[in-house]
């Protein structure tokens, strides 16, 4: 069964895009904040998600840094890597990768995750699971 260890709320501040002859390269910026179970917190500056579609295919690269408290209430940051890509059902699936100096959330850089993005109003919500 899979259980949500992450759930981050991203808003688009600004966006980039080079449309070339055999595709499109797209930059978004964007800021957002956590307030799950596991973490509350916000992102940092500098968080960006780097787009392609080359030869018909889409795929997604997300970085971003999140501050805040786990949910044993100390200090943390968590960096997030979520690269992505449709999957056969054209639903986009992700895979995060993360790294944090949280003694409590640490289990995470050994878990294998995946994940889900959900459109909401000005953004999406990034959705990250593991498998209990």
């Known amino acids: 069964m899979a259980k949500e260890e992450l759930t981050i709320n991203v808003r688009?501040?600004?966006v980039q895009e080079v449309k070339g002859h055999t595709g499109t390269g797209r930059m978004?910026?964007?800021d957002g904040d956590a307030d799950c179970e596991n973490f509350k917190g916000k992102i940092l500056p500098g968080g960006v998600d780097t787009q392609k579609e080359l030869d018909g295919k889409f795929t997604l690269s997300a970085?971003?840094?999140l501050e805040g408290k786990d949910f044993e209430g100390?200090?943390?940051k968590i960096f997030v890597e979520n690269n992505g890509e449709p999957g056969e059902d054209g639903q986009l699936k992700t895979v995060?990768?993360?790294l944090t100096d949280?003694?409590?959330l640490s289990y995470l850089e050994n878990k294998a995750l995946?994940?889900?993005i959900e459109e909401i109003?000005?953004?999406v919500r990034i959705h990250v699971f593991s498998e209990d």
């Open 74 to 76: 100390k200090d943390c």
């Open 102 to 104: 949280s003694e409590a």
């Open 12 to 14: 688009t501040t600004g």
């Open 28 to 30: 978004i910026l964007f």
């Open 63 to 65: 970085r971003y840094i």
């Open 96 to 98: 995060p990768r993360v």
């Open 114 to 116: 995946f994940g889900s």
């Open 121 to 123: 109003p000005g953004g």
